[in-house]
């Protein structure tokens, strides 16, 4: 294809893109919503406080700037950039940050503000090792790079944040620590496929200290949400929905001290692809998982396994307990080990396999069930217990169980624990 005509093509794709995007705001602003996560805004509020220098910086039509980098570039700690709600052409590439106590607020004023460009190589949102920065109710889409990538940062808010739209990985934090991304939805990212870089949301290379949560990622070109690379992560992947996305919805490649917890993850494309997946990829140095627990998660209708073990060439896996989950109708069963050496204590313990057994010799296995025990609708997705489903209710055990269930209820609420995601 001549240069002139890719041109004229890619201007044709971004304005049916941007159109695109103009309709889901309108929709999102009649519904009265924010960006989507597994809650809604009247669920979950979050205020913008008042600024601490007392600036606000407002962007738009009616605004002081007619553009957010231009409104960036004036920002200074504790000042917040208002957007108004719509689509905002062109990027945003962060030159300053806030300071302890004095973030750097960028946030939708009366509903999402989309930014859309094409981005540089350093994302559409390019953060570089900027830190102490909020960015809530925006939405950066049609990158053909990164959606947003951070390198060394630290303290970092994401709320009501999305990512609609890249040739390469999503929200992608790097050697970045003390993140909170709560509220995301992040979607048809890893366009380029396989070759893409990163993944629909990264955290690499030495991120630490990250929660995750009340995201919805979905419909991506790879992995969905991906821990790599790091030892003493401190990492928590709880009540989000990972769905349809290449996969693995979530994984955890080369990596110590992770929590996955009450996370539905459904519908993985890839046929060599689970929906939950602990790995040591050959690309890592350590060739170990170490220290994660996976409990109070619904895993159905992957492609591959609900969950899986996998170790390319050589590696350890150790000190992991599988606990309270939920697993059904995934294509290679509940669980699949595909190699690797285990170590120390591993834990199979009250969870439900209803594509069958499924067990390990290097680990503890008891209290789990197969089968159907009683789901209120399998096929509509509801893996609660029916009242009377005799064989879960009341018989797990009490031993490395949590506290609550997928719905966030306390555990136990009868005689004793129940099996699988759900407490009755």
């Known amino acids: 294809m001549e240069r002139d005509e890719f041109g004229r093509y890619a201007e044709r794709a971004d304005m049916f893109l941007l159109g695109k995007i103009a309709l889901s705001v309108v929709s ?11 809650s809604s805004a009247e669920q979950r509020p979050h205020e913008v406080p008042p600024p601490v220098s007392g600036r606000t910086l407002t962007v738009g039509p009616h605004g002081e700037y007619s553009t957010v980098q231009a409104a960036a570039d004036a920002a200074r700690p504790g000042d917040n950039v208002q957007l108004e709600a719509g689509v905002h052409a062109g990027g945003l590439t962060i030159k300053t940050s806030g300071s302890p106590g004095e973030y750097i607020t960028f946030y939708g004023e009366g509903g999402t503000a989309v930014i859309h460009g094409r981005g540089g190589p350093k994302g559409l949102l390019a953060l570089g090792s900027h830190s102490w920065l909020r960015f809530h109710n925006m939405t950066f889409a049609g990158s053909r790079g990164f959606g947003a990538y951070a390198s060394g940062a630290h303290n970092l808010v994401f709320q009501d944040f999305g990512i609609d739209g890249s040739q390469d990985g999503g929200l992608v934090l790097l050697n970045t620590s003390d993140v909170v991304v709560d509220g995301c939805e992040i979607q048809r990212t890893n366009a380029r496929g396989t070759s893409a870089d990163h993944e629909a949301l990264t955290l690499g290379h030495g991120s630490r200290d990250v ?4 995201c919805r990622v979905h419909d991506n070109g790879e992995e969905g949400i991906d821990v790599k690379y790091t030892d003493n992560a401190r990492v928590s992947i709880h009540d989000n929905v990972s769905s349809n996305n290449r996969g693995p919805n979530i994984y955890v490649d080369s990596s110590s001290d ?3 917890y009450n996370n539905v993850s459904s519908g993985t494309r890839n046929e060599t692809k689970s929906g939950i997946a602990l790995a040591v990829e050959d690309a890592s140095e350590s060739r170990e998982v170490r220290n994660v627990k996976v409990y109070n998660n619904v895993s159905y209708g992957n492609a591959q396994a609900g969950l899986s073990f996998w170790v390319e060439s050589s590696g350890t896996i150790s000190g992991v307990q599988i606990v309270n989950n939920t697993f059904h109708d995934n294509a290679e069963g509940s669980i699949a080990f595909y190699g690797g050496d285990f170590e120390g204590t591993n834990i199979l313990r009250n969870n439900i396999f209803a594509e069958g057994p499924a067990s390990h010799d290097d680990f503890v296995d008891d209290h789990n069930i197969s089968g159907d025990p009683g ?15 005799a064989r879960a209710v009341d018989q797990g055990s009490a031993d490395s169980a949590p506290a609550f269930d997928l719905d966030s209820k306390p555990r136990p609420t009868g005689a004793g624990h129940d099996i699988g995601a759900y407490e009755q």
């Open 258 to 260: 992770v929590e996955i």
């Open 375 to 389: 789901f209120v609708d399998p096929d509509a997705g509801d893996f609660h217990l029916k009242p009377g489903s």
């Open 28 to 38: 999102i602003m009649a519904a009265g919503l924010l960006t989507a996560g597994v």
């Open 211 to 214: 929660e995750v949560k009340h």
